[in-house]
């Protein structure tokens, strides 16, 4: 599909429904405001603002709609309900996390066996509770075909409008991002476990005194300053990562006229 600048695109609601189907999962880049991740279409090949809070069910879409898009509309909002529901949730559970991932790689975090348990068992928390929205993301084109499905479009309408789906899905430019973060974060918490599995197993030549850590040992010094460096420095590239995702998407939500509080998420809400 050739890309339409505003000028050429009508956003009546008299739009025919094919195009309004196709444009309007351009759109689907707003699976990125939830999840943490964009898509690559900008704000001139996709509806914006009001017209684009319309179709996604967020405002009413007046009494010139048609009964398609009034459905189309019905069951995007259900699934971008869901969608943010499920982001909610994340992020309270991340939340929850926050004080315990806080001292990691700090000297206090290794001063007991159990300080040690405590961050490997948040790490992996964390690891499944990003893993499980990720799963969720992959899976959107699926769940989206399932509810069309079951939806009271015509089998045309359908059609149109997963093939609009399938492209922006297919073209996301942050869809890659979001699985590079995800494929650091596993490597990063494997290589954080990893180290305080070391710190447990030589916990006797382990000590902290005056707020520092002290290793006996200058093979054990070597091994365990090289673990945390390799640790560190995966940490930062998952950051830096995370960073330009939620740059993008920031821009993008800009150029859409669309912010959290429309999707009913916390303002400063972030992956």
């Known amino acids: 599909m050739a890309p339409m600048s505003l000028r050429d695109l009508k956003l009546s609601l008299s739009l025919s429904f094919r195009s309004s189907a196709l444009q309007i999962f351009s759109a689907v880049l707003l699976i990125a405001v939830v999840l943490g991740t964009s898509g690559a279409l900008g704000a001139q090949e996709a509806p914006t603002g009001d017209r684009l809070k319309q179709v996604l069910g967020l405002k009413p879409l007046g009494n010139n709609a048609s009964v398609a898009e009034r459905e189309m509309a019905r069951v995007v909002h259900e699934w971008l309900t869901d969608l943010s529901d499920a982001r ?21 975090s290794f001063s007991t066996k159990e300080q040690m348990q405590a961050l490997m068992d948040t790490l992996n928390r964390m690891q499944d509770t990003d893993g499980a929205m ?8 699926e769940d989206m075909r399932k509810r069309f499905d079951a939806s009271h479009l015509s089998a045309k309408d359908k059609i149109d409008v997963l093939e609009g789906a399938q492209r922006a899905y297919a073209d996301s430019e942050l869809l890659e991002l979001y699985r590079e973060a995800h494929s650091q974060e596993k490597l990063w918490v494997s290589t954080s476990i990893d180290l305080y599995t070391f710190a447990m197993q030589h916990g006797e030549n382990i000590s902290i005194r005056e707020g520092k850590l002290t290793i006996s040992g200058a093979e054990l010094v070597e091994q365990f300053n090289s673990k945390l460096h390799n640790a560190s420095a995966l940490r930062r ?3 830096a990562t995370n960073k330009r995702i ?14 959290n509080s429309d999707l009913g998420l916390p303002e400063k809400s972030t992956r």
Not at 88 to 106: F, I, R, S
Not at 134 to 141: Q, V
Not at 247 to 255: N, T, V
């Open 246 to 259: 939620g740059d993008i998407r920031a821009e993008k939500m800009k150029q859409l006229g669309v912010t």
């Open 134 to 141: 990720f799963e969720k993301f992959e899976h959107i084109l």
């Open 237 to 239: 590239q998952m950051r």
């Open 88 to 108: 909610k949730q994340h992020d309270a559970t991340m939340a929850e996390l926050q004080p315990v991932l806080a001292k990691l790689y700090t000297p206090d």
